[in-house]
């Protein structure tokens, strides 16, 4: 129904200004992704909607992880039954594995898949998941980041036996329990030594790190208007990576939710139980990123009344105490004509990629056609 939409559709990315609109300065294309996530209580891989995104020249394909279903294993798969779309993490938790299973992974389902389609996205979950599920500590994660990501890309290079004396982490290791006979050693593997490496952050101290250091940003709770409340932190990291890296080098993938449906209220609230879990439940009462993100924003009342109720077990109230106007500035809802006029903004947002996520096939459609009329 709709041609491919790769190469088509530009949208200004530059300086945002204090109405958060971007100033045009330059043009680069508005690229579409598709974000599946990780499984529910059973793992199902939608085949038929990434190949139909791929069909119409969706840039990339997104998986995740929490304490379920891994995120790599289903790019593997996709890989034998896709061509061209690009595989992406987004995102492989840090302590889930050590720097060096992570580039093995990536550049194995990158020579799988063909090469130049992996896309490697990184981020450091939170404590509770961190300590209670990979028995790691929390430490301090933006070193630990900068480490990790360090290593990785010594790895991809093939330069030399990797070593890195890190401030978390070091290669060789000679820690406790260690017999002191580590050798530093090279990948046998011939690695793409330009894999692009994302960032998953929020934060300020770890989005300063993704602008020094990463390739591509996996912003937590991006939306149209909210470039300028990172920017100063993104260009304090571009000026410290003191290479003349400007915004323009960086890929910012913006997460959506898409719901097509004729009843606004209706699509609002079939996606309110996701931000109770997350508000409510993906965090400690007192360390939450998501409810801190919510509190930022000017949301504060309904981000407690919304974290009281979910850790009490009403997680049907919490649902029903989550703002529509909350859900609706981080979605595109409702039926077609909305969600393409609205769409207008999420082009207009700094966002170089905006990543799909939907369980509808007809979602899909509807964002290729929104690029095309922003185009």
């Not at 991809?156 to 290669?171: D, K, Q, S």
């Not at 690695?191 to 929020?202: D, E, H, S, V």
């Not at 609205?342 to 964002?367: K, L, N, P």
């Amino acid at each position: 129904m709709f041609p491919d939409i790769s190469g088509v559709g530009e949208h200004p990315i530059g300086r945002a200004n204090e109405t958060g609109r971007i100033h045009t300065e330059d043009r680069l294309m508005m690229k579409l992704a598709l974000s599946i996530g990780y499984s529910g209580a059973q793992l199902t891989v939608p085949i038929a909607r990434v190949q139909r995104a791929e069909a119409l020249g969706y840039h990339s394909v997104w998986t995740a992880e929490a304490y379920g279903s891994d995120a790599f294993s289903p790019l593997a798969y996709l890989a034998a039954v896709t061509r061209r779309i690009k595989l992406g993490t987004g995102i492989i938790q840090l302590a889930a594995r050590t720097a060096a299973n992570a580039a093995m992974t990536a550049a194995s389902i990158d020579a799988l898949a063909g090469g130049d389609r992996m896309l490697l996205g990184i981020g450091v979950s939170g404590p509770q998941i961190v300590e209670g599920w990979y028995g790691q500590p929390w430490g301090r994660p933006v070193p630990r980041m900068r480490d990790y990501v360090a290593i990785i890309r010594k790895i991809f290079a093939r330069e030399a036996p990797v070593t890195h004396a890190g401030v978390e982490i070091a290669l060789p290791y000679n820690g406790p329990g260690a017999l002191g006979l580590a050798k530093p050693l090279k990948s046998i593997l011939h690695m793409n030594p330009r894999m692009p490496i994302y960032l998953g952050t929020g934060a300020e101290a770890s989005v300063r790190l993704t602008g020094e250091i990463a390739d591509g940003w996996l912003p937590l709770g991006f939306v149209p208007g909210s470039l300028p409340e990172y920017l100063p932190w993104l260009e304090q990291g571009f000026a410290r990576a003191g290479n003349g890296k400007t915004i323009r080098d960086l890929e910012i993938l913006a997460g959506c939710h898409v719901h097509v449906h004729d009843d606004v209220t209706a699509a609002l609230a079939a996606l309110k139980p996701e931000v109770a879990l997350y508000v409510g439940g993906m965090g400690a009462r007192g360390k939450n990123y998501h409810k801190d993100l919510m509190t930022r924003r000017g949301f504060g009342d309904a981000a407690v009344r919304i974290q009281e109720l979910y850790l009490a077990g009403h997680k049907r109230e919490a649902a029903d105490a989550v703002p529509d106007e909350w859900v609706d500035q981080k979605s595109l809802v409702g039926p077609r004509a909305r969600i393409i006029e609205r769409f207008r903004a999420w082009a207009d947002s700094g966002a170089t990629i905006v990543s799909v996520r939907s369980s509808q096939d007809e979602a899909i459609e509807v964002m290729a056609e929104a690029v095309q009329r922003c185009g």
